[in-house]
C-alpha cells in the first residue's frame, strides 16, 4: 500500500493565514515563515470541489513565476499530488474536475487591463509590495464570484516601508519599533475607499458611520458591499519548522546578514529596509530631528508651492542648515502663498533675495507677484556638473554633504510646525492624523538613485516614480532639497537685508 499524503498548513503562521476569513489576508512579514507555501495550499478545498473555481495567482514578472525555485516551481511540488496536469504554453494547472489555477504576471502598470471582464473568486499577490497601489485595487474589481464560494484576496509580503502595504497594515505594526503587534495578529479591521481616502474601523457600521454622506443616495441593501474587512497575520521564520529541519542553514544565512537586513527580514520589521538605490541613509535620516550642527546666523525661505489638490504647500524657514519653522497649506493658491510667506519672512527676519520658491505651476505666479526667487528643478546644474539637472545636483549634494554626514536638523515639535495657521506637528491625509517627521522621512526614502543616462549624468527616479512609492507629492523632500541651492549657486553678491 502506498504512504498517503497529507497537505495542510503548519500549526503557528500557515494555518491562521490560511483560515482568516478576512475580504483581504495579508501574510508574511519576515523571510522563510512558509508563506508561499501556504498562499498555493489556500484554494486546494474550493478547486478540489466547487465547480467554476478558477483561481489566479499575481507575481511581478513572468521570469519571477518561472524563475527556480520561484512560484511555479513550488507550485510543481504540490499540485501533481491532486492529479492536476500543467497546461502546455501557459502557466496554468488544471485539475481533474476542470477547474484552473492559473499565474500571471502585472510587469507593467497596463496589464491590470489586460484581466477587464474577469472572474476570479480568489486572487493571489505573491510579494504584494512589488506591485502598484493601482494595480492592487483594480485587480480587487475582478475579485468577484459566481460559483458560490465568497472572493477573497490574499497576499504575501516581506517588509518595504516605502511601500503600499506599509500604510496599509500600520494599524497591525507598531509605529515607534516598526515591528508587529502581537496581539493584533489576525485581527480584523474593516475600511472603505472613497477615491484616495481610506476610512477605517472596528467594524462595518463603525466604518459606515464615518461616511454617511457616502450612502446618502445609495440603497441600503447594498451599504455593506462598499465596507472589506482586511487583516494581517506576520510571521517568522521560527514558524516554518519543516523548513528548519530541512534546512537549517537558511536560518544561518539570516544571522550573517548586517543588523539592518536582520531586522527585517529575520525579525519583521517595517521600519527598515536595505536598499541600495536609496540616496539617503536610513540612520541618518532619522537622526536629521536630534542632530548638534554648527551655528550659522543666515536664514533662508524655500517654498515648495502647490495649488488646490492633493499637494502640500511646504514652506521652511531655515537658519543656516537649521530648519526652524515649517509652515504647511493643504489648500492655497497664489495669495495664500505669498501671505504666508511673508508672515515667516516678518515673523522670522528672512530677506527676499534668501527666499526661494519653486517655480513650477503656481509658483511661477507666486515668484512673479511676489518677488521673490525661483527654482527651476529642470534647470542645467550648476558648474556644468554631470548630474541630469538641477534638482539632481541638489539632491546627490544634500545627501554627501549634509543628511549622510549629519549636518542638517529639522523641528518638528507643535511650536515649529503651522498648518492652515494652527500650530500642531500631525497633518490629516486622508481620514488619519500623520506626524509631519514621518511624512519627511517617507519623502526622502522614496528618492532613488537610477542608472545614469545616456550621457553618464547622475539621475534620480522621477516625480511620478516617487508619487506611486508615496501615494502622494515629496512636497517635504522637494523643499528640504531646495535648500541645497544656494550652498551651489555661485554668490554674485551679498545677500540683501531683511525687508
Known amino acids: 500500500m502506498s504512504e498517503s499524503l497529507i497537505i495542510r498548513p503548519q500549526e503557528g503562521f500557515q494555518m491562521k493565514y490560511v483560515a482568516s476569513s478576512a475580504d483581504i489576508v495579508i501574510g508574511g512579514g519576515a523571510a522563510g515563515c512558509g508563506k508561499t507555501h501556504a498562499a498555493l495550499i489556500k484554494p486546494l478545498r474550493h478547486v478540489l470541489n466547487v465547480k467554476g473555481y478558477d483561481p489566479v495567482f499575481f507575481r511581478k514578472t513572468y521570469s519571477q513565476i518561472k524563475n527556480t525555485g520561484g512560484l511555479w516551481d513550488a507550485s510543481t511540488q504540490l499540485y501533481p499530488h491532486l492529479y492536476a496536469k500543467p497546461i502546455e504554453g501557459a502557466a496554468k494547472w488544471k485539475f481533474e474536475n476542470g477547474n484552473k489555477i492559473s499565474f500571471s504576471h502585472l510587469q507593467h502598470e497596463k496589464n491590470k487591463y489586460d484581466h477587464q471582464g474577469a472572474e476570479y473568486p480568489l486572487i493571489v499577490f505573491d510579494e504584494l509590495t512589488h506591485f502598484s497601489e493601482t494595480q492592487f485595487f483594480y485587480l480587487l474589481s475582478r475579485n468577484r464570484s459566481t460559483c458560490g464560494v465568497k472572493p477573497q484576496t490574499i497576499a504575501t509580503c516581506n517588509p518595504d516601508p516605502d511601500s503600499f502595504v506599509a500604510r496599509l497594515i500600520e494599524w497591525w505594526i507598531d509605529q515607534e519599533t516598526g515591528f508587529p503587534i502581537p496581539e493584533r495578529s489576525g485581527v480584523k479591521?474593516?475600511?472603505?475607499?472613497?477615491?484616495?481616502?481610506?476610512?477605517?474601523?472596528?467594524?462595518?457600521?463603525?466604518?459606515?458611520?464615518?461616511?454617511?454622506?457616502?450612502?446618502?443616495?445609495?440603497?441600503?441593501?447594498?451599504?455593506?458591499?462598499?465596507?472589506?474587512?482586511?487583516?494581517?497575520?506576520?510571521?517568522?521564520?521560527?514558524?516554518?519548522?519543516?523548513?528548519?529541519?530541512?534546512?537549517?542553514?537558511?536560518?544561518?544565512?539570516?544571522?550573517?546578514?548586517?543588523?539592518?537586513?536582520?531586522?527585517?527580514?529575520?525579525?519583521?520589521?517595517?521600519?527598515?529596509?536595505?536598499?541600495?538605490?536609496?540616496?539617503?541613509?536610513?540612520?541618518?535620516?532619522?537622526?536629521?530631528?536630534?542632530?548638534?550642527?554648527?551655528?550659522?546666523?543666515?536664514?533662508?525661505?524655500?517654498?515648495?508651492?502647490?495649488?488646490?489638490?492633493?499637494?502640500?504647500?511646504?514652506?521652511?524657514?531655515?537658519?543656516?542648515?537649521?530648519?526652524?519653522?515649517?509652515?504647511?497649506?493643504?489648500?492655497?493658491?497664489?495669495?495664500?502663498?505669498?501671505?504666508?510667506?511673508?508672515?515667516?519672512?516678518?515673523?522670522?527676519?528672512?530677506?527676499?533675495?534668501?527666499?526661494?520658491?519653486?517655480?513650477?505651476?503656481?509658483?511661477?505666479?507666486?515668484?512673479?507677484?511676489?518677488?521673490?526667487?525661483?527654482?527651476?528643478?529642470?534647470?542645467?546644474?550648476?558648474?556644468?556638473?554631470?548630474?541630469?539637472?538641477?534638482?539632481?545636483?541638489?539632491?546627490?549634494?544634500?545627501?554627501?554633504?549634509?543628511?549622510?554626514?549629519?549636518?542638517?536638523?529639522?523641528n518638528v515639535n507643535n511650536s515649529n510646525i503651522r498648518i492652515d495657521g494652527v500650530f500642531g506637528n500631525r497633518i490629516k491625509i486622508g481620514a488619519k492624523l500623520r506626524p509631519v517627521r514621518d511624512l519627511i522621512i517617507e519623502d526622502l526614502r522614496a528618492i532613488k538613485r537610477v542608472g545614469d543616462d545616456i550621457d553618464g549624468k547622475k539621475s534620480i527616479n522621477d516625480k511620478d516614480q516617487q508619487k506611486v512609492i508615496l501615494g502622494r507629492s515629496p512636497d517635504f523632500g522637494d523643499d528640504i532639497m531646495m535648500r541645497k541651492y544656494f550652498d551651489i549657486m555661485p554668490k554674485t553678491s551679498m545677500p540683501i537685508a531683511y525687508q
Open 189 to 410: 479591521r474593516y475600511f472603505m475607499k472613497d477615491d484616495d481616502v481610506f476610512i477605517w474601523g472596528g467594524s462595518k457600521d463603525e466604518v459606515k458611520s464615518q461616511a454617511r454622506y457616502f450612502f446618502d443616495n445609495i440603497d441600503p441593501a447594498t451599504h455593506d458591499h462598499y465596507v472589506k474587512s482586511l487583516t494581517f497575520v506576520p510571521g517568522l521564520i521560527h514558524d516554518n519548522k519543516k523548513l528548519l529541519e530541512v534546512n537549517p542553514q537558511y536560518l544561518a544565512n539570516l544571522m550573517a546578514q548586517d543588523e539592518e537586513t536582520k531586522a527585517r527580514l529575520l525579525h519583521g520589521n517595517w521600519k527598515l529596509r536595505s536598499d541600495d538605490s536609496s540616496l539617503f541613509e536610513w540612520e541618518a535620516i532619522n537622526d536629521i530631528f536630534t542632530n548638534y550642527i554648527s551655528e550659522d546666523k543666515t536664514k533662508y525661505i524655500t517654498c515648495d508651492a502647490a495649488r488646490y489638490g492633493r499637494d502640500f504647500c511646504v514652506i521652511m524657514v531655515w537658519q543656516g542648515w537649521e530648519v526652524l519653522h515649517t509652515s504647511i497649506l493643504k489648500k492655497s493658491d497664489v495669495h495664500d502663498i505669498i501671505r504666508e510667506t511673508e508672515w515667516c519672512r516678518a515673523h522670522f527676519k528672512v530677506s527676499k533675495s534668501n527666499t526661494l520658491i519653486d517655480a513650477d505651476g503656481v509658483g511661477a505666479d507666486t515668484v512673479k507677484q511676489g518677488g521673490y526667487k525661483g527654482f527651476n528643478g529642470g534647470a542645467k546644474p550648476v558648474k556644468k556638473e554631470s548630474y541630469t539637472n538641477l534638482k539632481t545636483q541638489c539632491y546627490y549634494k544634500l545627501a554627501e554633504e549634509n543628511i549622510n554626514v549629519a549636518n542638517i536638523k529639522i
